[in-house]
């Protein structure tokens, strides 16, 4: 009864290759966030759908993009990984953007970057 | 810039014991606080939450209290189980139809049988 799926969980890259980052969620959630968590660090958000709507934070660097094709899936593109980009990446839904909406977490996807 | 500061990187408690994990914010603005536990290899999972109106809020072993004024909340977990054991996130947001979640850096629980 998986609800927020991350394929895959690890990821290997090089650095300078594109990598793109998969979440697939049950809830049938109109939002679904991304999260990047370094090493002993806070996660911090990149950025939101809400439904079509990207929003994107203000300090999250050009280098990383997101696409959500339909309400289940959302992607996270990282066009040319360095590597301070090595890190947790966390995906999350919530129903609505509400402060008392709760996000709903996968588990993760753990980026290498060589 | 950290808003939401969990001072503690770890804490060991024995079974049966209180455990207390505390959390300090910066931003007046916050007025909702959650709680979030994670185990290894999964993500984040909600726990409790506390609306700024309120200074307690309860749900079975887990309890989280509020201090407006000193700016700090806290989670007391009674009594402690072994499967308590994992990292536990604090996390903010500004109210009204802000999304955002500001997280702490985590405390990692231990609970020894």
């Known amino acids: 009864d998986a609800m927020v799926i991350q394929n895959p969980r690890y990821q290997v890259t090089q650095f300078g290759k594109p990598v793109t980052l998969s979440c697939s969620q049950t809830l049938n959630h109109n939002v679904m966030y991304w999260y990047q968590q370094k090493s002993s660090q806070a996660p911090k958000l990149l950025f939101h759908?809400?439904?079509?709507?990207?929003?994107n934070e203000a300090d999250t660097p050009d280098n990383f993009q997101s696409r959500r094709p339909n309400t289940s899936f959302c992607f996270l593109d990282i066009r040319s990984p360095g590597l301070g980009d090595a890190a947790m990446y966390l995906c999350?839904?919530?129903?609505?953007?509400?402060?008392?909406?709760?996000?709903?977490f996968g588990p993760g996807t753990r980026l290498t970057v060589l | 810039d950290q808003q939401v500061k969990q001072n503690s990187p770890s804490l060991s408690v024995q079974e049966g014991r209180i455990s207390i994990l505390n959390c300090d914010y910066t931003n007046s603005m916050f007025d909702y606080f959650l709680w979030y536990k994670k185990y290894p290899a999964e993500g984040p999972t909600f726990l409790i939450s506390?609306?700024?109106?309120?200074d307690k809020n309860e749900d079975g072993r887990f309890t989280v209290f509020l201090n407006k004024s000193a700016k700090h909340l806290s989670l007391h977990i009674v009594p402690s189980q072994p499967g308590d054991s994992a990292v536990y996130f604090c996390a903010a947001r500004s109210g009204g139809s802000n999304y955002k979640l500001t997280f702490g850096k985590g405390t990692l629980l231990t609970v020894n049988p």
């Open positions: 759908y809400y439904d079509k709507d990207f929003n």
């Open positions: 506390i609306s700024s109106i309120k």
């Open positions: 999350a839904t919530s129903r609505a953007l509400t402060s008392t909406d709760t996000q709903y």
